[in-house]
């Protein structure tokens, strides 16, 4: 099975940077997801790591180290419309995703 | 493009009634999921089902059954509803070694 640990809250003002750790202990690793998800609303993708590494996608940022069992998610210039839960998933070999409990991010003006 | 549809958007219902939770999608997805997310447990896998005629469990199928007859339905159903089983359920769908898992807008269900 898998245990992923991520804070449950985080607030920071806007255009300031946000960092979201994700730590995780699997039995098979074949990928790190970070979903987006606003308030009554789905999740969605917004990054993707397998290697070891910073995977940059516009204002928001993801790294991984597979030894260490860690991620991060990196918000920079933090507009309003970011307040959101940010989930950390991890996917198995058998393409199937465990999602942690999700970090809320508030934005304040 | 719709995408994955769920129905219904919310349901209330009486505790022992049976009820499926519909969903469709229309990207030709060989992979489907259904979640349940409940408020500091995150999203938690209750069925998955890898291509159509086969079904698997996740983490937490008890009380839950689905069943895949074609690519685009993936229905869920409670046999005999229980009160633990009021939470959001979100289906989603993915090509086998896609990135990403696509999901559907959810079912808020309230059992009493």
């Known amino acids: 099975g898998q245990n992923i640990d991520q804070p449950t809250e985080m607030t920071a003002t806007e255009g300031a940077i946000v960092q979201i750790n994700c730590t995780y202990q699997t039995s098979g690793f074949n990928g790190l997801f970070w979903y987006q998800q606003h308030a009554g609303e789905a999740p969605t993708f917004l990054s993707y790591?397998?290697?070891?590494g910073l995977e940059e996608k516009g204002r928001f940022s993801s790294f991984l180290s597979r030894s260490k069992g860690y991620s991060y998610l990196l918000l920079k210039e933090l507009q309003m419309k970011d307040s959101a839960s940010y989930l950390c998933a991890v996917r198995d070999g058998d393409y199937k995703l465990s999602f942690g409990a999700g970090t809320t991010v508030t934005v304040r003006a | 493009i719709a995408g994955i549809t769920q129905a219904p958007t919310s349901q209330i219902l009486a505790a022992g009634r049976r009820m499926t939770l519909r969903c469709t999608q229309d990207m030709r997805h060989n992979a489907m999921y259904w979640y349940r997310q409940d408020l500091g447990l995150g999203l938690r896998l209750i069925h998955y089902s890898n291509t159509a005629g086969t079904t698997g469990k996740g983490e937490v199928p008890d009380g839950y059954s689905v069943s895949r007859a074609n690519t685009d339905d993936f229905p869920l159903t409670l046999a005999s509803a229980v009160p633990s089983q009021t939470s959001v359920y979100f289906c989603a769908s993915s090509d086998l070694g896609e990135m990403t898992q696509y999901f559907g807008p959810g079912t808020r269900l309230t059992v009493l």
């Open positions: 790591n397998v290697l070891d």
